[in-house]
């Protein structure tokens, strides 16, 4: 079992930049894909950014490629998702997920495993 747990939301105006967290329990952090997900009230999950278990890959969704960066510290068991130049848009509820089988599409929601409960992020215009 994972447990995760996001952390960094808040409100920001537009233009401005947030960090967000995701602190992972166990011991095999280190062998799943992470992903970043984020839903809009009334919208579906959609994806974000995603990263390998070595740190190799990244992928990330076209409306947040080039203002948003993930990472991850693998001797910390946290992921991060760096977000600069934040719009109105980008307002939503941000999921971290875990993927153990590494298998699937790092894109899909339904190849994670583990979710956290969510952090809000809220950009005014």
């Known amino acids: 079992q994972v447990q995760l747990i996001e952390s960094g939301g808040g409100l920001v105006q537009a233009g401005d930049s947030l960090r967000l967290s995701c602190a992972a329990s166990?011991?095999?952090?280190?062998?799943?894909?992470m992903g970043w997900f984020r839903q809009a009230p009334g919208t579906e999950r959609e994806f974000v950014a995603a990263i390998n278990w070595r740190g190799s890959r990244r992928y990330y969704a076209d409306s947040v490629k080039g203002r948003f960066t993930i990472s991850r510290d693998n001797a910390k068991n946290i992921v991060y998702l760096q977000m600069n130049s934040l719009k109105p848009e980008d307002t939503a509820v941000y999921y971290c997920a875990a993927d153990s089988d590494t298998i699937g599409s790092m894109t899909s929601p339904t190849s994670y495993d583990y979710w956290g409960q969510g952090t809000q992020v809220t950009v005014s215009s």
């Open positions: 166990g011991r095999t952090f280190s062998s799943y894909n």
